[in-house]
């Protein structure tokens, strides 16, 4: 354990010299906390041979694909490793292991767990009792650091970690309360934030270690919580070599001459569908817009009935979400992905740097994005795709119709995406962020 634990610390240092934008979250003190680490393994007096994380999550952890990827480089890393999440549903047992990671599942109702419901009616009794609950769970469990996955876990963790005196790790998968307009919130959600408010601001920068998902959210998180050690960590997918192919094509029975442009992952009011459906007036003929994913049954129905309103039912295509582990492989059916997201909806969609950006340069499609700062600096500077003049419906249709219509562009594009994934945007590298990290805590506390 001990040489599995100094041989990822030392391909972190290794990758340290590597151009990248990253570069500028690095510590400049990896040689000193690698050293300080494989001595102080060296001489750990206690009886076992690992350093214990304690990961808590209020969802699923097997379908959340970036606690999913973080536990498992973690426990390959040499870690043992642990999650206590949410089960809205009687799983067959209340503890599992899956591929060597232990899975505690708390049971709560599904009115806990469900996201459309968090914040209604309730939400402060249901938000306190979720509380209570994770917090005595963490507190019985033995481990060296606490790792909070997303705001939600957080308070629980915070607790328990100050309580026992343990490091904790606050992963926040977005900007901290900056995810809504004002104009979107409940009551109960607006009490709650006004809560939580002064609460972060005690919290995030006591934590050992802060992981955010953008340059950009990683400089906002430094100007609200001064002090904090925030670290730059993107959600990107593991490299793959993915076959182009006609799954999409073949689902929705339409022949290898149309054209389509995809937007897949949560079909919820922050992403621009809306839009895309008017959009797709303006398209020409033997184009297609494919939405494909997941989403509340009323935002489902909403769309489904803006489609027909608008008369685009043979432009705009629902489809449901596959199974993560295929989910490139029907990504590469496109022709190009969209990110058409309102940057001015809230301060977090400005800032974002999503996953699906990164999924649909691993399968080689071009992108057409809105101006989310992030976004639009990968997009430029690795000549992936375009960003649309303005979020204008005719503009939108404009832009898809330019970009499917031009194949030399498309085909330039696609062999860009495909060398940006294999030498800049791939797990494999941006988890040595998260190697790095734990090694400055470790180090940092004297572990």
């Known amino acids: 354990m001990k040489k599995e634990l100094h041989s990822s610390l030392t391909a972190v240092e290794d990758n340290v010299s590597v151009a990248s934008p990253i570069k500028v979250f690095l510590s400049p003190s990896l040689s000193e906390a690698r050293t300080s680490f494989v001595s102080k393994m060296g001489k750990d007096s206690r009886c076992r041979s690992e350093y214990s994380i304690c990961m808590h999550v209020l969802g699923a952890f097997h379908s959340d694909v970036r606690a ?55 939400a402060m009794i249901r938000a306190a009792w979720m509380f209570i609950r994770s917090t005595l769970r963490l507190l019985q469990t033995r481990t060296d650091i606490y790792h909070a996955l997303d705001l939600s876990a957080l308070p629980a963790c915070y ?29 109960s959600r607006r009490w709650l934030q006004a809560l939580l408010t002064p609460l972060l601001k005690h ?10 998902v953008s340059p950009l959210i990683v400089q906002q998180m430094r100007k609200y919580y001064p002090g ?3 670290w730059l960590l993107r959600n990107i997918p593991p490299y793959q070599v993915i076959a182009k192919n006609n799954l999409l094509r073949q ?25 895309l459906i008017s959009a797709a007036a303006f398209l020409e003929q033997d184009s297609v817009i494919v939405l494909m994913g997941k989403g509340p049954d009323e935002t489902v129905s909403r769309l489904e009935a803006l489609i027909d309103r608008t008369g685009v039912t043979d432009r705009v295509k629902i489809l449901p979400a596959v199974p993560y582990e295929q989910l490139l492989d029907w990504t590469a059916s496109a022709d190009i992905g969209l990110l058409i997201y309102s940057p001015d909806y809230s301060l977090n969609v400005q800032m974002c740097l999503p996953n699906k950006l990164f999924e649909f340069l691993m399968a080689g499609l071009p992108v057409l994005a809105s101006q989310l700062d992030a976004v639009t600096e990968v997009v430029k500077t690795h000549d992936v795709g375009h960003i649309v003049p303005s979020l ?25 995406a495909l060398d940006a994934a294999q030498h800049e945007f791939y797990w494999e590298r941006e988890r040595e962020q998260l190697f790095h990290m734990y090694a400055d805590v470790l180090a940092r506390y004297k572990m």
């Not at 206590?84 to 232990?102: K, V, Y």
């Open 251 to 275: 689902r929705l029975g339409l022949g290898l001459h149309v054209r389509l442009a995809l937007y897949q992952g949560a079909l919820q009011t922050d992403r621009g569908l809306e839009r």
């Open 228 to 230: 904090s050690n925030i």
């Open 203 to 212: 919290m995030i920068p006591r934590c050992a270690g802060v992981i955010a």
């Open 68 to 122: 999913k990827r973080a536990a498992s480089a973690l426990q390959e890393a040499g870690y043992e490793v642990s999650v206590i999440d949410i089960a809205s549903q009687h799983p067959p047992q209340n503890e599992e292991d899956s591929d060597g990671i232990s899975v505690e599942h708390m049971q709560m109702p599904s009115s806990f767990t469900a996201t459309a419901t968090r914040f209604k009616q309730g």
């Open 159 to 187: 607790v328990a970690a100050r309580l026992r005196r343990k490091p904790l790790i606050f992963e926040s998968y977005e900007l901290p309360l900056h995810t809504l307009p004002l104009s979107e919130m409940s009551r």
């Open 392 to 416: 204008a419906p005719k503009d939108i249709g404009a832009a898809i119709n330019a970009m499917v219509s031009d194949r030399d562009a498309l085909s330039q594009m696609h062999s860009n």
